[in-house]
C-alpha cells in the first residue's frame, strides 16, 4: 500500500489551477484536462468526470469536514496577498492557543485551505520576546527537545 495524495474535485478546474498557482505559489505537475497534479502533492478532478467515477450526482463541495494545511513564516506577507487577491476567508488571521498564527480560506470550490506559521517560527519568536526555552516550551504544549530542535533550524 502506497499513499498518494488528496483529491479535490472541482467546478472549474481553470479557476482552480489560476488560484493555487496565484495565492499558494504551486504549480502544475501533470495536467490530463479532467485531472491535474500540483506540486505538493494535490490533485484536482472535474466535478463532472469525479460525479461520475463515484457514480453519484450528489456531491457537496464546501463542507467544512476538512482542510489542506500548508505552513509560511512570512504570515503577515502572505495574509497581505490574500487580502490584495480578494480571497474569501473562513477567519482573519488568529493566534492559537499554543502560540501558532494562522489563516484559513476557501478555494473556489468552498474546500478549506489553512495556512499555518511554522513551529520553528513560533519558537524563534517566543525566544525573541524573551520567553526562555522551557517557558516557550509550556506556552507551545510541547517538549522542552522539540523547541530546542526548533530553536536550532
Not at 512570512?74 to 490584495?84: E, G, K, M, Q
Not at 520553528?120 to 525566544?127: C, I, P, S, Y
Request: glycine share 8%; with cysteine; charged share 25%.
Amino acid at each position: 500500500m502506497k499513499y498518494i495524495c488528496p483529491l479535490l474535485a472541482v467546478k472549474n478546474m481553470e479557476a482552480s489551477k489560476r488560484f493555487y498557482q496565484d495565492v499558494l505559489g504551486l504549480s502544475v505537475v501533470n495536467d490530463f484536462g479532467a485531472n491535474v497534479t500540483l506540486t505538493g502533492g494535490i490533485a484536482l478532478q472535474t466535478l463532472d468526470s469525479w460525479k461520475s467515477l463515484i457514480g453519484t450526482d450528489r456531491v457537496t463541495l464546501q463542507s467544512h469536514g476538512g482542510e489542506l494545511y500548508f505552513e509560511e513564516n512570512d504570515l503577515d506577507t502572505f495574509c497581505r496577498r490574500l487580502t490584495a487577491l480578494s480571497v474569501p476567508l473562513v477567519h482573519p488571521l488568529i493566534t492559537h492557543r499554543w502560540g501558532q498564527r494562522a489563516v484559513r480560506f476557501y478555494d473556489p470550490d468552498g474546500h478549506i485551505i489553512e495556512v499555518g506559521e511554522g513551529m520553528d517560527a513560533v519558537a524563534r519568536r517566543f525566544a525573541e520576546d524573551g520567553l526562555s526555552p522551557e517557558d516557550a516550551a509550556k506556552r507551545m504544549d510541547a517538549p522542552l527537545s522539540f523547541v530546542m530542535e526548533c530553536l536550532k533550524k
